[in-house]
């Protein structure tokens, strides 16, 4: 195991130990967050340039935000720099995955993409303890597959949490058939340890917001490519008609054109009679 400098080297078990596996854009918000509720962390990435930078990320989101706090009077600049050594000394930054072993709960932040998912979900199957919560902060992936590929469905939850991890209050807990009932609970537990509001759903394509959401935002680029309305005149029907924050268009821009189009056709192609999909 190599620990990046300016890290703490993984000790001895802790009952309070959160692993996060992938430091982008999600994963680094998951670790950031979790520190800060006062977890140890075990970081996990592939190469150390990968560590590295999912820990500048990380260090530059707790400055930011203790910056505004101290910008609202919420804390001084003394706390404030205390707050940040002190969420940064509970991360612990390694490629070694055996390092999973110490943690009670391991959270995969992984690109979206099963093949790589497969060999990981192996490994995580045969580090991790019996006791321990295994979720996935995919966003479209099936949990009850992954739950197969590590070899302990009754461990495994999906726990979707929402971009930027940092601010945002939502996270979907997701059960399969499989799942054992107490370590849903514990992992719905967690996510309020985090002061995030968690809402439960079963193991269904898209759980609650993209299952709504996706083909939401396919109709209203359907609407544009059929002349109904411009794309600016979409967004601000849906923003001053529905009292939605943003509009769908420029929500498929800030997602990600590319990203939307994967999930809609993977969608289709498992689900082709599910016509919300098409």
């Known amino acids: 195991m190599r620990a990046l400098r300016g890290v703490r080297s993984l000790s001895s078990r802790s009952e309070r130990t959160v692993g996060v596996i992938g430091l982008g854009l999600m994963g680094h918000g998951i670790a950031q967050t979790a520190a800060e509720k006062g977890y140890n962390v075990v970081a996990i990435e592939l190469e150390d340039k990968f560590l590295a930078g999912g820990l500048a990320r990380v260090d530059d989101s707790v400055r930011k935000l203790a910056s505004k706090a101290v910008a609202k009077g919420k ?3 003394r706390a404030a720099a205390a707050h940040v050594e002190s969420t940064m000394a509970r991360i612990t930054a390694t490629t070694d995955r055996d390092a999973l072993s110490a943690c009670d709960i391991v959270i995969e932040a992984m690109i979206e993409d099963l093949a790589l998912k497969e060999k990981l979900y192996t490994e995580i199957g045969r580090v991790v303890g019996d006791e ?3 979720a996935s902060n995919t966003s479209s992936l099936s949990i009850s597959r992954m739950a197969a590929y590590c070899g302990r469905p009754g461990q495994m939850v999906g726990m979707h949490f929402f971009n930027p991890v940092q601010l945002m209050k939502l996270v979907e807990v997701v059960r399969t058939d499989a799942t054992e009932a107490a370590i849903f609970a514990r992992a719905m537990s ?5 002061e995030k509001r968690p809402v439960e759903c079963i193991d269904t394509p898209g759980f609650v917001v993209n299952r ?7 109709s209203a680029i359907l609407l544009v490519e059929r002349g109904v309305a411009s794309p600016r005149d979409v967004d601000t ?7 939605h924050p943003m509009g769908p268009v420029a929500l498929a821009d800030y997602v990600g054109l590319d990203t939307t189009l994967s999930i809609i056709s993977g969608w289709n192609a498992e689900f082709p009679e599910e016509q919300a999909f098409t």
């Open 132 to 134: 321990c919560i295994i």
């Open 212 to 218: 709504l959401l996706v083909p939401y935002v396919c």
């Open 190 to 194: 967690f996510v309020e340890s985090l």
């Open 75 to 77: 804390m001084d600049e």
């Open 237 to 243: 029907a849906m923003k001053l008609g529905a009292g």
